[in-house]
């Protein structure tokens, strides 16, 4: 599966961003899915997570309800509305799909097929 992520952007502190990820290739239906961010200078770090069918989500305790993850199948695509956007959320955030399709995972390893990344800069 190809994976393209798209959306990111320069916004400012309290503002909103909604990332799209659009598969193409073999089922993506059928897999978890996750945004992963990576800071300058840091690790790539998991954000949200979701499972094959949506019924099952996952958001780093970091998020306190900011984001939300999404997806629509019939589109395969995957969502991440970010919402009072904070300097620290500054990154380039990439999607990801799993091996598996529940869960979702939450380890990196656990996922094998990435996005190239969308910039995501907040100022102050």
């Known amino acids: 599966v190809q994976l393209q992520a798209f959306g990111g952007g320069l916004v400012q502190a309290g503002g909103s961003l909604r990332l799209s990820c659009a598969a193409s290739g073999r089922r993506f239906s059928s897999n978890a899915a996750g945004w992963f961010r990576q800071a300058p200078g840091k690790e790539r770090e998991l954000v949200a997570a979701?499972?094959?069918?949506?019924?099952?989500?996952y958001y780093a305790d970091f998020l306190r309800g900011r984001f939300t993850i999404s997806r629509d199948n019939a589109k395969n695509t995957v969502y991440l509305q970010m919402n009072t956007l904070k300097p620290e959320d500054t990154g380039v955030y990439y999607c990801?799909?799993?091996?598996?399709?529940?869960?979702?995972?939450?380890?990196?390893?656990?996922?094998?097929?990435w996005g190239q990344g969308t910039q995501v800069t907040v100022s102050s």
């Open positions: 979701i499972n094959w069918s949506g019924g099952s989500t």
């Open positions: 990801a799909a799993a091996r598996a399709g529940w869960g979702p995972p939450r380890i990196l390893s656990e996922y094998d097929q």
